[in-house]
């Protein structure tokens, strides 16, 4: 299985972006969103079931947020409005896992840097 994110770039804070995670190989895995500050530790975002039925939300992303699933299209999507400057990292897509521990997911993307600024 390989990911590959992609969507990331420059915004000003209360606009909004929307990521992708193209898989290839087996896809119908659960899959995550996950991201990394500069100087602190990885952070589960967003998940979402194989079929697509079950998401689940940081509560920090919790209404703002929406993370969705196209299997014809091997795709994973994250929807982020009202962003922050906080919301500044490297977005992670990772896929094998079924929880928001980092540990539980084996396949990872490279990341894509979401840059918010005031």
């Known amino acids: 299985v390989q990911l590959q994110a992609s969507g990331g770039g420059l915004v000003q804070a209360g606009e909004s972006l929307k990521l992708s995670c193209a898989v290839s190989?087996?896809?119908?895995?659960?899959m995550a969103w996950f991201r990394q500050a500069p100087g602190k530790e990885r952070e589960f975002v967003a998940g979402i079931s194989d079929t697509g039925l079950t998401t689940l939300y940081a509560d920090s992303m919790k209404g703002r947020s929406t993370v969705s699933r196209d299997n014809a299209k091997n795709t994973v999507f994250l929807q982020m409005n009202s962003l922050t400057t906080e919301d500044s990292a490297v977005y992670y897509c990772?896929?094998?896992?079924?929880?928001?521990?980092?540990?539980?997911?084996?396949?990872w993307g490279q990341g894509t840097q979401v840059t918010v600024s005031s």
């Open positions: 190989g087996r896809i119908r895995h659960q």
């Open positions: 990772a896929a094998g896992g079924s929880s928001r521990y980092v540990a539980d997911y084996r396949y």
